[in-house]
């Protein structure tokens, strides 16, 4: 049987997506390489319970330039209103903008954009 391991991005700051996934999604530092043989910074992320990790890439020879809608990743939280709230707490802009009026009719899925414009939607888990 095959496993599917990691989803790779490319980032334009790694510490700075280091810091975002883990202070606000929860992630942890799985492993760190900073010279990998093709000459990039990696590090690979992990959320507690799960195997898949998310691998960001951050080369200082590549200009990053994530276009709209490119990809998105999914995570599945156990209270998705009370997670929306605690990010917008923090200052992070929510989709869609009236996404209490969307779960109070049975649509429980937001998304958010991390610094590089990357999209994770968020969704009840279970």
């Not at 992630?27 to 992320?45: E, M, T, W, Y």
């Not at 709209?68 to 929306?84: K, M, Q, R, S, Y």
């Not at 200052?91 to 009236?98: F, K, S, T």
Request: with cysteine; glycine share 6%.
């Amino acid at each position: 049987m095959y496993k599917f391991l990691h989803t790779r991005v490319r980032v334009s700051n790694l510490e700075r997506s280091i810091k975002w996934y883990c202070d606000n999604l929860g992630f942890r530092v799985k492993s760190r390489n900073d010279r990998s043989p093709a000459g990039n910074q990696i590090c690979h992320l992990e959320l507690p319970g799960n195997e898949h990790m998310l691998e960001l890439t951050y080369s200082p020879d590549y200009k990053l330039n994530v276009p709209e809608d490119l990809l998105h990743f999914a995570i599945g939280v156990p209270n998705l209103t009370a997670f929306c709230e605690q990010l917008e707490q923090k200052g992070i802009e929510i989709w869609p903008d009236n996404w209490r009026d969307e779960f109070a009719k049975g649509n429980k899925m937001a998304f958010i954009t991390d610094p590089d414009n990357y999209e994770v939607e968020l969704l009840k888990q279970g």
